[in-house]
């Protein structure tokens, strides 16, 4: 059996060369001919996979993406060719959400915010959306949701209307999937109408896809001496060609790494193996607990004086996405987009760290920190 994997999978190799050969490649050049003879192919978001790519090849059995959007993958053509498909979904939800957190409380030390005080509006609340609501309701912060699809399917739903969360929200986190068409359509959702519709000083944070954003639409909106909004964007129109001249109107700027925690990513990688194992019919040999390297900090005391203030230093111990801002602005020139994304310096989730003492706040589990055991 042949494996044709992204070279940016972790534990690739580990898992799944219990099936076969595995080879690597460059996902964003790939090409028809190196797939020609793939029995099982593993991408990640930067490779479509469409009729054009899979022109030669005549045996796949599997196609699976190690994300959880899949608007790079042709379903309808994998269907027609009964070539069966998988994506991995949830697998880097928390990462997201930790990304958002430390972008708030980034936003909140700079402009003096009191998170409290803000009405943060999530839109697209699936996996993500949903997690962060919970953990903002934790942190005490008044939320307006819109999903209509939710809205349509569930009774209890609590929705709002995404225009009339235009008006009332604050803060606007975007977590919704790219479709590109019919009543639902994401792509540009946000755009120079809608953007005319904020508060002129309500913050955007953009860590879904690129074009559910009108990047030039913000920048006109960015560049008018009236808007003094702060921006926080992950996913760009374009990638990896992004609209450079936005970057000094936005106030932490990322190279699509929000879901890229080392958990994250290789929650996905073990979603695809245990789905080929199924579709294989071949036992479990791998897990990914087995697999993680171990954190650098492993346990932390906490005291019966924490408190809703100190999570944030807690959060910072793991992650602080200024970090992550400050790589782009530095080498985005000299080493390009997709340089950053490969080279993306380790960062663990919540969770890695146990968190030991007599009483935990209901807060921390909520925010996705573990207990000791
Ligand atoms: N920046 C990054 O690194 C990452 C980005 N993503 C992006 O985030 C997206 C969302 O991820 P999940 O929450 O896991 O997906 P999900 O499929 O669990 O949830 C998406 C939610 O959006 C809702 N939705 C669809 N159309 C909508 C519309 N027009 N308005 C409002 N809501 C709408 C759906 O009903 C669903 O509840 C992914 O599709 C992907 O594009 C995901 C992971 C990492
Ligand atoms: O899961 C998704 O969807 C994402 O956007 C990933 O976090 C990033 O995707 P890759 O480009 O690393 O495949």
Not at 35 to 62: C, E, G, M
Not at 294 to 315: C, H, R, T, Y
């Amino acid at each position: 059996m042949r494996i044709f994997a992204d070279e940016n999978m972790p534990l690739v190799q580990q898992f799944f060369r219990q099936f076969g050969e595995v080879s690597l490649f460059d996902g964003r050049n790939v090409s028809a001919a190196q797939l020609q003879d793939a029995d099982i192919l593993l991408v990640r978001s930067v490779s479509n996979v469409n009729a054009q790519l899979l022109q030669h090849n005549t045996k796949l059995r599997f196609v699976g993406t190690a994300t959880i959007g899949m608007d790079h993958i042709d379903q309808s053509y994998l269907a027609a060719r009964n070539i069966a498909f998988s994506s991995a979904p949830g697998c880097n939800a928390q990462s997201v959400v930790e990304y958002v957190l430390s972008s708030l409380w980034c936003l909140a030390d700079k402009y003096q915010w009191q998170l409290a005080d803000k009405t943060v509006g999530i839109v697209g609340v699936g996996n993500i959306g949903s997690r962060l609501a919970k953990a903002l309701q934790a942190l005490n912060i008044k939320l307006l949701l819109c999903d209509p699809l939710r809205a349509r399917n569930e009774a209890d739903f609590n929705h709002t209307d995404f225009t009339q969360l235009c008006t009332e929200a604050d803060i606007i986190s975007f977590h919704t999937p790219l479709i590109n068409s019919g009543s639902d359509a994401t792509k540009h959702l946000l755009n120079a109408q809608t953007l005319a519709q904020l508060k002129p000083d309500c913050a955007l944070i953009n860590a879904s896809r690129g074009a559910v954003i009108d990047n030039n639409a913000l920048l006109q909106d960015l560049s008018r001496a009236a808007t003094r909004r702060a921006v926080v964007l992950d996913v760009w129109e374009q990638e990896p060609n992004i609209l450079t001249a936005l970057l000094p109107y936005v106030d932490i700027a990322t190279a699509h790494i929000a879901g890229h925690s080392i958990e994250g990513k290789a929650r996905g990688t073990e979603m695809l193996y245990q789905r080929c194992a199924a579709l294989l019919q071949q036992p479990l040999q791998q897990q990914l607990q087995q697999l993680l390297p171990v954190p650098a900090m492993e346990k932390l005391q906490i005291s019966a004086n924490f408190g809703l203030p100190d999570v944030q230093n807690l959060a910072r111990l793991l992650y602080d996405v200024r970090r992550d801002d400050a790589i782009l602005r530095h080498y985005l020139q000299s080493k390009g987009f997709d340089w950053l994304r490969k080279s993306y310096p380790p960062r663990r989730e919540f969770s890695s760290l146990q968190l030991c003492g007599k009483v935990i706040p209901d807060f921390l589990p909520q925010l996705g920190f573990s207990l000791a055991q």
